[in-house]
């Protein structure tokens, strides 16, 4: 399993990581557009028109990397479904809007107001109980064997 769980951690990584690419790229597409329209970035902050955006993306060294990112984060992505229970795996994604905060506080200058630190710590404690629940579950005979068999349209499924 810890080696599961690490591969999972390394696709959030990425997902988190490409958020950062695909916002920096898109900030530069605003800013082109900024300098084309001979205006400051400040004024055509809401401005810019959806195609010029999406034409852009292609051209966009930061935007092909954080698609990149994305890419190989759910490729690592599949290979954590493979070893761990997606009622497990999913809910840990949770874990890329706290390290998405943090990088774009860090990287971008975004501000973390107080409630956001709160929502973030309620969202890691959440992660913390979703943890030990694994390891729950596999201990507790009850839990195991509604794992182990469930019923499905009528049909008994054993693993």
């Given amino acids: 399993m810890a080696v599961a769980l690490t591969v999972l951690l390394v696709a959030i990584a990425l997902g988190a990581v490409g958020q950062i690419f695909l916002k920096m ?13 001979g205006v400051a970035l400040a004024e055509v902050d809401d401005k810019v028109p959806a195609t010029y955006i999406l034409k852009s993306f292609v051209i966009k060294p930061l935007i092909l990397i954080g698609f990149l990112c994305y890419g190989v984060s759910s490729m690592f992505y599949l290979v954590s479904l493979s070893r761990l229970e997606l009622s497990y795996a999913y809910p840990l994604i949770a874990l890329s809007y706290v390290m998405v905060a943090i990088l774009s506080w860090w990287l971008l200058g975004e501000s973390l107001p107080a409630m956001r630190l ?8 959440g992660v913390a109980l979703l943890g030990v629940s694994y390891s729950d579950a596999s201990s507790d005979p009850v839990a ?4 182990e068999s469930t019923t499905v349209a009528g049909d008994d499924v054993r693993r």
């Avoid at 790229?25 to 329209?37: E, L, P």
């Avoid at 709160?118 to 404690?125: H, N, R, Y």
């Avoid at 195991?144 to 794992?147: D, F, H, K, N, Y």
């Fill in 25 to 37: 790229g898109v900030t530069q597409v605003k800013q082109d557009y900024a300098n084309s329209q």
């Fill in 118 to 125: 709160v929502g973030l710590a309620v969202v890691l404690i």
């Fill in 144 to 147: 195991s064997e509604v794992i």
